[in-house]
């Protein structure tokens, strides 16, 4: 059985970091895996994702902001989120995709629960 559980999340101050984890169990490592947000009253968005060869992608709002990586060996999927702003708050999400294709709000194998990330200014 697959599990995505989320974690890290928080309240932090505009120009500050988090970092976000995603512990998986039951995923294979060649899988492509995403982050993705949703903010109070709007639609979920995507954030970025990442290959089973560590290549990524992401979402030109977060672009040179947040950097996302993964550690095959502890099956761990992380989204390391700096100079983060108001704009940033929102539920984070962790998605699975397939060998074969990455995430989307519309498409996912499967998904975390969730963790919160508030931005003060």
């Known amino acids: 059985q697959v599990h995505l559980v989320e974690s890290g999340g928080g309240s932090v101050q505009a120009g500050g970091s988090l970092r976000l984890s995603c512990a998986t169990s039951?995923?294979?490592?060649?899988?492509?895996m995403g982050w993705f947000r949703q903010a109070p009253g709007r639609a979920r968005e995507w954030v970025g994702h990442i290959r089973s060869n560590g290549n990524t992608i992401y979402a030109f709002y977060v672009e040179g902001r947040f950097t996302i990586s993964r550690d095959n060996a502890e099956k761990i999927l992380y989204l390391q989120m700096t100079s983060l702003t108001s704009g940033d708050t929102a539920t984070y999400y962790c998605?699975?995709?397939?060998?074969?294709?990455?995430?989307?709000?519309?498409?996912?194998?499967?998904w975390g629960q969730g963790t919160q990330v508030t931005v003060s200014s």
């Open positions: 998605a699975a995709g397939g060998a074969l294709y990455c995430p989307t709000v519309d498409q996912a194998d499967y």
């Open positions: 039951g995923l294979t490592n060649n899988v492509c």
